[in-house]
């Protein structure tokens, strides 16, 4: 039976190092004993066996346990990791991890004993017995090695077990660092962003909590790192920081997109890796604003499991939104976060005041990324034009909608039949007989500027979308739909979703609202050619609340072409009122065929 432990309590909001520190160690209290017994992780169930699940659960709390020894903080649990490390790499004890070949989860938990074998050697490395030692590093060694790893972030687990191995003076393993960071070097298109593998991959948040961490890492803790790398890394890292701040709202939350999301609060390590690394990418107290005001936002959420650790989730214990690799030691990740911690007392990260962010722009392009930020209306809002890695479960919620929202979230999928489970909200649902319905998975083709996203895309091979999102004020965008069918279609256009316990709700003709507590969200059908409702979208599909109320437009398409137009309207702190009347056909980005009066016909006007 798995142990109900106190869930952590924070007391004040964290401010000063020494009260990050105490976060930190309260976050390890339920880890005391490990996880409590071998059900707690083999729930959930994941891609690889309970061994490996026992070794991530392991080792990742060390992404912060080990600045927290480097910055002369103290723990009390060593002993057990040490312990459990000596088991996990001897392949006589029952305990044993097994062996670390090709594309093998092993190789991701390698990366954190080589971080914590450069950063805490004091605490894992030195106090083990010679021949434990030696098994440790023979495992390491045998990890940096893999033959093969996924082509994406995956490349520079080896490099983190090979500065580990330097780091404790075990001789290196030959021809890992630099094949890895040349691959890495072809995922960088422009500007500091990185996708997560080669061509059109995603960019989210693999490029921040990965690619961009390992790399600034490996300039601070590699003996003799190539120079022209380190300039390049930091350089890249400088510029990305000025894009990655617009994915925070004022309140520290971030934009819920992309994969892996239970990680959390790893949305700040990058923040705590530049300041590891001494780049002064935003000025000081505009970077500890934007770590530690993400991190209070996380630790205001109920993420806990009974049992006091981190479950597997978003805002709350959720297994719909996870991924097919997370097991019940994943969420540890966030740990990524505490890299700060290895930094002294008087570093200018910790010496200066927090500070807000420079007032941004109410809207700023990210063309890399395909993204359309709206910065405004209480919160900060994506527009989205994004291509899905497929393999990804739920992908479509992942990337391929509309609107991302760091105070109104997003929805993924919870079965198959139904509009309700489809997770309708920010996106277009396509069904052809009303229980099978269909989103934007991927991008024919995508633009992003200033005024507009536009993008093509086929939910069937003979069903052409063109898709454009205009900003249209604070909190507040148009979506213009051309669609192009054989065949008779079922529509239905979700807004923004609110909290349905205590919401409010109305629905009249082509316009719905719902209401929360600061939380107002509408939808209105400006061609009048659906019908709007609220729908009660099925439970535990909303990454922020489990039970949600959803503004839907729903209509019937007969074969032919369709034009779409969808008035979305979603604040925080607002008067509760519907939004004013709207001159959609003003807004600049807007077609050149829905400019004029009387709006197109079926033919298919120039766009």
């Not at 960071?181 to 909590?209: Q, T």
């Not at 962010?357 to 990324?369: E, K, N, S, T």
């Amino acid at each position: 039976m798995t142990r109900h432990r106190p869930r952590p309590s924070f007391g004040d909001p964290p401010h000063s190092r020494a009260d990050w520190q105490r976060v930190l160690l309260d976050l390890c209290a339920p880890l005391a004993d490990g996880f409590a017994d071998d059900a707690a992780l083999y729930a959930p169930g994941t891609a690889y066996p309970p061994r490996v699940a026992r070794l991530e659960a392991t080792v990742r709390p060390l992404w912060g346990l080990a600045p927290l020894a480097a910055g002369g903080g103290r723990y009390d649990g060593w002993d057990r990791i040490r312990r459990a490390v000596a088991a996990g790499t001897d392949p006589e004890h029952p305990d044993y991890w097994g062996e670390p070949g090709a594309m093998d989860q092993r190789l991701v938990e390698a990366s954190v004993l080589g971080f914590t074998l450069a950063l805490a050697p004091g605490e894992l490395w030195e106090p083990l017995a010679p021949a434990e030692r030696t098994r440790l590093a023979g495992w390491l060694r045998r990890a940096a090695r893999a033959e093969r790893v996924p082509d994406n972030n995956w490349h520079l687990f080896p490099v983190m077990a090979q500065l580990g191995l330097t780091s404790v003076g075990e001789p290196p393993e030959p021809g890992v660092v630099e094949p890895a960071l040349a691959r890495v070097e072809d995922y960088h298109r422009g500007g500091g962003w990185y996708s997560d593998g080669p061509d059109d991959k995603p960019r989210d948040y693999y490029g921040p909590w990965a690619l961009h961490l390992y790399t600034l890492l490996y300039t601070t803790l590699a003996p003799d790192a190539d120079a022209e790398v380190v300039a390049r890394v930091r350089e890249r890292a400088a510029l990305f920081a000025g894009e990655f701040r617009h994915w925070f709202a004022a309140d520290g939350a971030a934009l819920p997109f992309g994969r892996s999301l239970t990680y959390r609060f790893a949305q700040a390590a990058f923040w705590g890796a530049l300041a590891h690394a001494g780049v002064e990418a935003l000025p000081w107290g505009v970077l500890r604003g934007l770590w530690a005001r993400n991190l209070r936002w996380w630790l205001r959420q109920p993420v806990f499991a009974p049992d006091g650790t981190l479950s597997v989730g978003y805002a709350y214990p959720n297994q719909f939104m996870s991924e097919q690799y997370n097991a019940a030691g994943s969420p540890y990740w966030a740990f990524k976060a505490f890299l700060p911690l290895a930094l002294p007392a008087g570093h200018p990260f910790w010496a200066c005041a927090e500070e807000p962010l420079p007032a941004p722009d109410a809207v700023h392009p990210q063309p890399q990324a395909g993204l359309l930020v709206q910065h405004g209306g209480g919160h900060t809002t994506a527009l989205a034009a994004c291509t899905a890695d497929t393999w990804v479960r739920n992908a479509p919620a992942k990337y391929g909608k509309f609107t991302y929202s760091t105070a109104f979230g997003c929805s993924v999928a919870t079965g198959p039949l139904g509009a309700e489970a489809a997770g309708p909200d920010g996106t277009l649902l396509l069904s052809d007989d009303g229980l099978h319905w269909r989103s934007r998975v991927a991008c024919a083709s995508r633009s992003v500027t200033a005024e507009r996203v536009h993008a093509r895309w086929l939910p069937w091979p003979d069903v052409h979308v063109d898709t454009w999102l205009l900003p249209a004020g604070p909190g507040r965008h148009v979506r213009v739909h051309r669609l192009v069918t054989p065949r008779p279609l079922h529509s239905v256009e979700g807004g923004f979703a609110v909290p349905l316990d205590g919401a409010g709700t109305a629905a009249e003709g082509p316009g719905a609202w719902a209401g929360c507590g600061e939380l107002d969200s509408s939808v209105r059908d400006v061609l009048d050619v659906r019908v709007a409702e609220v729908m009660l979208p099925d439970p535990n599909g909303h990454l922020l609340w489990p039970r949600t109320a959803l503004p839907v437009l729903r209509g019937e398409l007969a074969p032919g072409t369709h034009w779409l137009v969808a008035d979305v309207c979603a604040t925080v702190g607002g008067d509760g009122g519907r939004p004013a009347p709207l001159d959609w056909r003003a807004l600049p980005g807007l077609p050149r065929a829905l400019r004029a009066e009387p709006a197109p016909d079926r033919r298919g006007p120039s766009v």
